[in-house]
């Protein structure tokens, strides 16, 4: 059974950093590209990050792009997202997703449970 | 303010048929495959429709994906309480070289 296990969250300040991990198992997480998708409290979701198989190729959305470094390793089943200057509209729900788009055209076709950040003085 | 754009709701009661629309651009639902995740209340989201029509094994055949230009579709028929949830939609947009997520709809089963 696939499983991906997020942790790290906490209640930071502004301005300071946090780094999330999701750990992996049930699959061959090496032959994967992973995701970060968020989810502010009451909201909607929102892309924020994701990684080739090989760590190869990283991608960002606007809002984090600088601040937010995506990375695994694929020998401890784990995907990581560091964060820093954290700001108050970074406070989301923090999913790791598992990409299968080159074997079967899905993406997102896994789901961890969320890790929560908050960000407040 | 979301790259695709859904309606915040949508309704029906037990049995009938529900279409959620999400509208985008060439650059992203124009050109590539989109996609439909349902978020059950406290719960992480589910991959529900993949490549614009096709379903994973385990969702039934009940729900339903579309595409045309630079719009797509969700139906939901024969509703049922349990389809209370929030959908939402998602492509790769080329022009930004990201995932883009609708901002959601709210299906109650009235």
């Known amino acids: 059974e696939v499983q991906l296990v997020e942790s790290g969250g906490a209640l930071v300040q502004p301005g300071r950093s946090l780094r999330l991990s999701c750990t992996a198992s049930g699959f061959n997480f090496g032959h994967h590209a992973m995701h970060w998708v968020r989810q502010p409290p009451g909201k909607g979701l929102e892309w924020i990050s994701g990684?080739?198989?090989?760590?190869?190729?990283?991608g960002y959305a606007a809002s984090v792009k600088g601040r937010f470094t995506i990375s695994r390793d694929n020998a401890k089943n784990s995907l990581y997202l560091q964060m820093n200057s954290l700001r108050a509209e970074d406070t989301a729900l923090y999913y790791c997703?598992?990409?299968?788009?080159?074997?079967?055209?899905?993406?997102?076709?896994?789901w961890g449970q969320g890790t929560l950040v908050s960000v407040s003085s | 303010q979301s790259v695709l754009t859904q309606p915040p709701s949508a309704s029906g009661t037990p049995g009938q048929r529900v279409t959620i629309s999400c509208s985008g651009s060439?650059?992203?639902?124009?050109?590539?495959?989109l996609y439909w995740f349902q978020q059950l209340p406290g719960t992480a989201p589910k991959l529900l429709i993949y490549r614009n029509n096709q379903r994973p094994s385990g969702i039934p055949d009940r729900f339903s994906g579309s595409k045309s230009g630079t719009s797509a579709s969700l139906a939901i028929s024969g509703l049922r309480s349990e389809d209370e949830a929030d959908y939402y939609c998602?492509?790769?947009?080329?022009?930004?070289?990201?995932?883009?997520f609708g901002g959601g709809t709210k299906v109650t089963v009235l």
């Open positions: 060439r650059s992203n639902i124009g050109i590539n495959n």
């Open positions: 997703a598992r990409d299968d788009l080159p074997s079967s055209g899905k993406n997102f076709d896994s």
């Open positions: 998602a492509a790769w947009d080329d022009s930004l070289s990201g995932w883009v």
């Open positions: 990684i080739s198989r090989d760590s190869g190729t990283t």
